[in-house]
Every structure is written in C-alpha cells, then in structure tokens.
T-cell receptor, first 115, second 118 residues
Framework: AQKVTQAQTEISVVEKEDVTLDCVYE???????LFWYKQPPSGELVFLIR??????QNEISGRYSWNFQKSTSSFNFTITASQVVDSAVYFC????????????FGTGTRLTVIP | EAEVAQSPRYKITEKSQAVAFWCDPI?????LYWYRQILGQGPELLVQ????????DSQLPKDRFSAERLKGVDSTLKIQPAELGDSAMYLC????????????????FGPGTRLTVL
C-alpha cells in the first residue's frame, strides 16, 4: 500500500528564516515517483518538483531544495530565506504503481511566514 | 501558459439536489483525473480517464457520483443527490501521456470547485 506522512501540521517562521518540511513515504514498489505541490489560499495545486526513485541526487531550485533519502524513505523540502509569498499548504505525494499514475497525497503542512 | 480550467469555482447547493462540475484539461493531455479534497486533508483520487475511457474509478461512490469524458477532451463530474458529507474541494488534473505509460507523468491541477452542501 502507498502511504505518505507529513507529521508537521502547521509551521510558522519569521520572514528570512529557513524552514524544512518533512515527508516520509511507504511503498512496496521498486520504481516510484515523489512530488511536492504548493496550495496557496486560492486553492490551486502548484507543481514544484518530481523525483523518481532511482535518482537520489539532491536538487536545488532558487530558494527551494529537496533532500531525497531512500534509506529513510524521506523526501524533505527546504525553503531558504522564506518570504511571505511562501505561505501556503505544501503537499508531498507518491505515485501509484507504474502505469497507474494516480497520486497518494499526505495531509499537508501549512506554512505561515510572518513578516 | 496552458492551464487546466474548471467551473464553477464555487457552488452552494442544498442536500438532495444535483450538481455538476466541468473540467477542460491542458490541450493534448490524454489523461484526466478528478480528486476530492476534504478540508484539512490531501486530495484523494475519485476517477481517472485515459482519453474517453475510465482507467480507475474504484474510489468513486457510484450510487451518487458519475463522471464522463465523452470526446476524450473535457469532462463532467456529477453528484446526484448531494449529501452534506460531499462538501469539499473538487480538483481536476491532467497529464500528457496515457495510463499505460511505464513512467509517471506530472499532473497539473486546475483551480478547483469548492462545493458546499447545506
């Protein structure tokens, strides 16, 4: 069974602080994909990153970075120098079996950046 | 930039009434998904289409929910009759290739329809 756990329900940081959002997943598949999405108050899910299970290289995109560790089944997301516009709910998601494509989402982490 | 379109953005209805939501995926995307997101939770898949065919509707409450994608482009999700527990955000997403692909495509989401059942 596929499962994603985001243990942090809510996080508040002061602007310019760094913040890490945790994601732990469970799957029996050997090939799988992991995703992060951002959901601002408007409601739309905005795609941030997609990573396959064979690529454990960390990735950096501007102020965003992702740390994928297969050994601990974690795919954590760090925002450096947070900004008020980063305030949103962030979801980690796991793909289903190859070819099925449906996503299993965690319960999300609400990030509030205080100016 | 191509986007997934959904309408209406908000819908308020009384229980036992019928409601319908519309989704227009990104042009050329073969796969279309409907998700339901209850407040405070992550989205959960209701139904997945490849072109006009249903690939997965195992989580769709078929006694009251129906979905179609007749021409393999836009799609409609219907609830009849609506119940109080159906209050949620209904999200549509699309991805480029077919469900038989060995890879998992990125899904792109629309703005959602927020349903309130009174």
């Amino acid at each position: 069974a596929q499962k994603v756990t985001q243990a942090q329900t809510e996080i508040s940081v002061v602007e310019k602080e760094d913040v890490t959002l945790d994601c732990v997943y469970e799957t029996r598949d050997t090939t799988y994909y992991l995703f992060w999405y951002k959901q601002p108050p408007s409601g739309e899910l905005v795609f941030l990153i997609r990573r396959n299970s064979f690529d454990e290289q960390n990735e950096i995109s501007g102020r965003y970075s992702w740390n994928f560790q297969k050994s601990t089944s974690s795919f954590n997301f760090t925002i450096t120098a947070s900004q008020v516009v980063d305030s949103a709910v962030y979801f980690c998601a796991l793909s289903g079996k190859a070819g099925a494509n449906n996503l299993f989402f965690g319960t999300g982490t609400r990030l509030t950046v205080i100016p | 930039e191509a986007e997934v379109a959904q309408s209406p953005r908000y819908k308020i209805t009384e229980k036992s009434q019928a409601v319908a939501f519309w989704c227009d995926p990104i042009s050329g995307h073969a796969t279309l998904y409907w998700y339901r997101q209850i407040l405070g939770q992550g989205p959960e898949l209701l139904v997945q289409f490849q072109d006009e065919s249903v690939v997965d509707d195992s989580q769709l409450p078929k006694d009251r929910f129906s979905a179609e994608r007749l021409k393999g482009v836009d799609s409609t999700l219907k609830i009849q009759p609506a119940e109080l527990g159906d209050s949620a955000m209904y999200l549509c997403a699309s991805s480029p290739t077919g469900a038989q692909s060995l890879n998992t495509d990125t899904q792109y989401f629309g703005p959602g329809t927020r349903l309130t059942v009174l």
